[in-house]
């Protein structure tokens, strides 16, 4: 059904470059809720472009082992923290100030069963 908030379904969520944002989801094997972390193959975070949606580069794994960067499976939930990267700050160009352009991410949720769920974030 797709990532409880503050990811937005069906849309873009915007979010700060640099902030952490929680991924919370659930997993089901038939009717049954799972909740062990090892039905989730992989959780992986790839740029695009956010004009054309072309993707830019390789997908990185965003789970790890640093405490609140861990799947967790807590609340009848899983929950992945993922690091957005940070932007690179603003430019002057003839004495004004001028932001960077936004940059686009899709992440990927894959199950052992190879189903997978996405959310795409802009991140400004």
Do not use: E, M
Not at 16 to 26: C, E, I, Q, R, W
């Amino acid at each position: 059904k797709g990532f409880f908030k503050p990811v937005k379904k069906d849309a873009v969520t915007k979010v700060k470059g640099g902030a952490t944002v929680p991924l919370k989801f659930k997993v089901f094997q038939g009717d049954t809720k799972a909740k062990s972390t090892s039905v989730v193959a992989s959780l992986t975070a790839q740029q695009y472009d956010c004009a054309t949606l072309a993707l830019i580069g390789d997908a990185t794994a965003i789970t790890g082992t640093r405490a609140g960067f861990r799947l967790k499976f807590r609340d009848g939930r899983f929950h992945q923290n993922w690091k957005a990267p940070k932007l690179p700050k603003a430019t002057k160009v003839k004495g004004k100030q001028v932001a960077p352009a936004p940059v686009c991410y899709v992440i990927t949720l894959t199950t052992q069963d190879s189903s997978t769920l996405a959310a795409r974030f802009q991140l400004h």
